[in-house]
Nanobody, 124 residues
Framework: QVQLVESGGGSVQTGGSLRLSCAAS????????AGWFRQTPGQERDFVAG????????RYADSVKGRFTISRDNAKNTVYLQMNSLKAEDTAVYYC?????????????????WGQGTQVTVSS
């Protein structure tokens, strides 16, 4: 199993940038496909981005493609989400997740391991 902890959230103005980090411990992180989801109060968690075990395959929600970049450094047991050109609609709690699936999946229930979430707020 693996434990995940997100960090790097905060408040920024429209057009700004943030980089989220997800630190993993437990089982070898390179054994897991990783993904980012986000959620606002009263809403379901939505897929944001996913990355394969060695980082060669990535997938993005249409709403963030071209603005967000997911990456990973297995030597540091960390996955990142670089968020550029942020918009107000990007405001949410962002969650890191891991799955034993062979490819990045957009399906919430495919992910068995979750971090606690980190708040991202975009204003103005």
């Amino acid at each position: 199993q693996v434990q995940l902890v997100e960090s790097g959230g905060g408040s920024v103005q429209t057009g700004g940038s943030l980089r989220l980090s997800c630190a993993a411990s437990g089982h070898t992180f390179g054994s897991y496909v990783a993904g980012w989801f986000r959620q606002t109060p009263g809403q379901e968690r939505d897929f944001v981005a996913g990355i394969s075990r060695y980082g060669t395959l990535t997938r993005y929600a249409d709403s963030v493609k071209g603005r967000f970049t997911i990456s990973r450094d297995n030597a540091k047991n960390t996955v990142y989400l670089q968020m550029n050109s942020l918009k107000a609609e990007d405001t949410a709690v962002y969650y890191c997740a891991a799955t034993s699936a062979l490819e990045p999946t957009r399906t919430l229930t495919d992910y068995g391991y979750w971090g606690q979430g980190t708040q991202v707020t975009v204003s103005s």
